[in-house]
């Protein structure tokens, strides 16, 4: 049952996250108006209390605040760029995912049209959708967010960054590296224990215990990087160096991939012919803040 003191809401886009998302506020009790460009997918929430509106700009009127997860940006500026679409006074909270490009343009094209704008991205497939799991990133002027960050709660955990729109896609990317990074360097090790037949649950939870601890590693490491200063503390770059020679050895003598590892030598490689191998690893900052070959 709704419960009508709950902030209205508009969710536009009903693909698999929107109507995750749709489902989540309507379980909160917000009264919630949606519209699809197939209207069909729109009729399982309808039966669960939604208000299906006719038109996209009906939409757009009847929330205090409208949720867009659709395709892409392209797929945004189609349906929002029509002439017929009054945006003035509108509160957006762009989830489609984007780049950061994107991102701040939909902000600057939204203020031209008078609507307030926070863009945003989803950490999470649909199913976690309601639930702390769910990590829903958002960026734009803060006291926007603040107005309606009890709003967004009922999605997920929601994580305020910051007031350039751009922030929250490239925090996006920027979790979704560490997330192939940690499991690319898992698959490296599990496929040259299966060569000595350990099996990948038996090496799991020692991969679990390294990256723990790796992790541990990151805020001091951080903190180097800031201050622009890399003593070798704990270990050098070339003694790294001669360690990523042994594991790209290692993956060849028994026959798995070594593209990942001779990747990685490659670039520590770089930074000691630069003058950097007595310093310590995050001097490799330098490599990674640049296009290949400048
Ligand atoms: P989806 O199931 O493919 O749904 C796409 C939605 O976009 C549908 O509602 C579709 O309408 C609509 N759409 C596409 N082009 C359109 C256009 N030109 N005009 C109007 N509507 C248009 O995708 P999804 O999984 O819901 O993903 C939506 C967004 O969430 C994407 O940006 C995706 O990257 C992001 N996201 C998804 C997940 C996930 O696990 N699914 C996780 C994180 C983020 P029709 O129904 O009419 O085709």
């Known amino acids: 049952m709704s419960n009508r003191t709950e902030t209205p809401v508009t969710v536009i886009g009903l693909g698999l996250m929107g109507r995750a998302l749709a489902a989540a506020f309507l ?5 919630t108006t949606v519209w699809n460009r197939t209207t069909s997918k729109a009729d399982p929430l309808v039966a669960e209390g939604a208000r299906s509106a006719p038109t996209v700009g009906d939409a757009l009127k009847a929330g205090a605040l409208t949720i867009i997860c659709v395709t892409d940006y392209r797929a945004v500026h189609e349906l929002l760029g029509t002439s017929d679409i009054e945006l003035d006074g509108t509160m957006l909270i762009n989830l489609t995912s984007g780049d950061s490009a994107q991102a ?3 902000a600057h094209w939204a203020e031209r049209h008078g609507a307030r ?7 999470a497939v649909p199913p976690a959708i309601g639930t702390a799991e769910a990590v829903i990133l958002q960026s734009g002027p803060q006291p926007d967010f603040e107005a309606h960050r009890s709003t967004l ?9 910051g007031a350039d729109h751009g922030l929250a896609s490239l925090y996006d990317v920027s979790g979704l ?6 499991l690319n360097a898992w698959l490296q090790g599990t496929a040259i224990l299966r060569t000595a037949g350990v099996d990948a649950a038996t090496y799991a939870p020692f991969a679990q215990q390294i990256a723990t601890v790796v992790a541990e590693w990151l805020p001091g490491y951080a903190e180097q990087i ?13 003694t790294d160096a001669r360690a990523m020679a042994h594991l790209i050895d290692e993956s060849e003598a028994v026959g ?11 670039m520590a490689d770089r930074s000691i ?5 007595g310093e310590q690893y995050p001097v490799l900052i330098e490599e990674f803040g640049r296009p290949r070959g400048d």
Do not use: C, Q
Request: overall charge negative; aromatic content about 8%.
């Open 117 to 123: 704008y926070l863009d945003g991205a989803i950490m």
């Open 256 to 266: 798995v991939n070594a593209e990942l590892p001779k990747l990685f030598k490659a």
């Open 27 to 31: 379980k909160a009790g917000h009264p």
């Open 104 to 106: 701040r343009e939909a």
């Open 177 to 182: 590296a560490m997330m192939w990074s940690v």
């Open 273 to 277: 012919a630069a003058g950097h191998g």
């Open 153 to 161: 709660e009922v999605l997920g955990t929601v994580t305020y960054l």
């Open 226 to 238: 800031d201050g622009g200063s890399f003593p070798a503390e704990v270990s050098a770059l070339e």
